[in-house]
């Protein structure tokens, strides 16, 4: 029997990583800057990237819209608290707060 904090540890938070380090770097930041912005390896950031890790979930609306806000509050460089920011984007995908409300164009997302 899996536990939900297994499920959480193993595939959840990795999966928030992944799409936010993708932001990151759709949105013009390097591998390197994106891995100090999230504080992990650049290997892990790497792998990420090429779908090795972290890949079995699929964010959709409300939860993939936040972890657009979060990317480009590190990008902008503001002072977040990332720990907090990424338990929220987690609580709110386990709460199932998602709803089909169209999300911002790239130029939103990334503060052009």
């Not at 972290?54 to 990332?82: P, Q, T, W």
């Not at 929220?88 to 386990?94: N, T, Y």
Request: charged share 30%; net charge neutral; with cysteine.
């Amino acid at each position: 029997m899996e536990a939900p904090c297994q499920k959480i540890v193993w595939d959840v938070l990795p999966a928030i990583r992944a799409a936010i380090a993708v932001e990151l770097v759709r949105c013009g930041v390097s591998q390197v800057e994106a891995s100090r912005m999230l504080e992990i390896a650049p290997s892990a950031v790497s792998q990420y990237l090429s779908g090795k890790r972290g890949y079995r979930i699929e964010f959709e609306s409300d939860v993939k819209h936040s972890i657009e806000l979060l990317a480009k509050d590190l990008k902008d460089k503001k002072s977040i608290n990332l720990v907090k920011r990424t338990c929220d984007i987690c609580r709110q995908l386990r709460e199932g707060d998602e709803n089909q409300c169209p999300g911002p164009t790239d130029a939103e997302r990334c503060g052009s």
